[in-house]
Nanobody, 112 residues
Framework: EVQLVESGGGLVQPGGSLRLSCAAS????????MSWVRQAPGKGLERVST????????RYADSVKGRFTISRDNAKNTLYLQMNSLKPEDTAVYYC?????WGQGTQVTVSS
C-alpha cells in the first residue's frame, strides 16, 4: 500500500521554526520527485516546494523562498521541510505529495 504520513506540525509563535517530516512507504521513494503542498483556512492548495528524486533540484514558492528548506533522505524514505521565520500567513494544513498520492496532512499554526 502506497502511504505518506506527515508529522511535526504544531503551534509556534511568529518568527519561530518547525521541521515537518513525511514518511513514505509502498513505493520506490528514491525514484520520485516529492512536494509539500499547503492549504490555508478558506483558501486553495498552494505548492510550497518540490524536490527532485536525487535531492538536487529544488523549487520554492515565492511566499516561502529564503525561509523554508526542503530535503530528503532516500535511505530513510523520508521527506523534510524545515520552516524558519514563520509568519501567521504560513498557518495551514501541510501535505506531502507525489503524483496522485497524498498524506493526511499536518496542521501548522503560527500565532502569538
Amino acid at each position: 500500500e502506497v502511504q505518506l504520513v506527515e508529522s511535526g506540525g504544531g503551534l509556534v509563535q511568529p518568527g519561530g521554526s518547525l521541521r515537518l517530516s513525511c514518511a513514505a512507504s509502498g513505493f520506490t521513494f528514491s525514484s520520485y520527485a516529492m512536494s509539500w503542498v499547503r492549504q490555508a483556512p478558506g483558501k486553495g492548495l498552494e505548492r510550497v516546494s518540490t524536490i527532485g528524486s536525487a535531492g538536487v533540484s529544488k523549487r520554492y514558492a515565492d511566499s516561502v523562498k529564503g525561509r523554508f528548506t526542503i530535503s530528503r533522505d532516500n535511505a530513510k524514505n523520508t521527506l523534510y521541510l524545515q520552516m524558519n521565520s514563520l509568519k501567521p500567513e504560513d498557518t495551514a494544513v501541510y501535505y506531502c505529495n507525489t503524483r496522485d498520492t497524498w498524506g493526511q496532512g499536518t496542521q501548522v499554526t503560527v500565532s502569538s
